[in-house]
Nanobody
């Protein structure tokens, strides 16, 4: 599975941004999908995950109520809608895929996309 993330950029605090992660391969729907993020000097942290069907999701406490993960299996793409962004959301965001839903332990990683939230 190859993953390609996009959609990062610069946004003001309180604004919104949507990240996308396209996957190659015909087995996209077999994988749990998720997002992590990382800031310099810190470990990569879990953000959100979504099950194979797209029905069940869960989030890190820090983003619950502000971020929404979704997927389109027909388009082999997973999304992360980020609303009410805060400066502390600034990070490189990585998409990932796994065969295990919870805890979400990535088996495949995409390259990162930088999100910068200005005050």
């Amino acid at each position: 599975v190859q993953l390609q993330a996009s959609g990062g950029g610069l946004v003001q605090a309180g604004g919104s941004l949507r990240l996308s992660c396209a996957a190659s391969g015909r087995t996209f729907s077999r994988y749990i999908r998720g997002w992590f993020r990382q800031t310099p000097g810190k470990e990569r942290e879990f953000v959100a995950a979504i099950d194979r069907s797209g029905v069940s999701t869960y989030y890190a406490d820090s983003v619950t109520g502000r971020f929404t993960i979704s997927r389109n299996n027909a388009e082999n793409t997973v999304y992360l809608q980020m609303n009410s962004l805060k400066t502390e959301d600034t990070a490189v965001y990585y998409c990932a895929a796994s065969t295990v839903y919870r805890p979400f332990v990535p088996e495949y990683w995409g390259q990162g996309t930088l999100v910068t939230v200005s005050s």
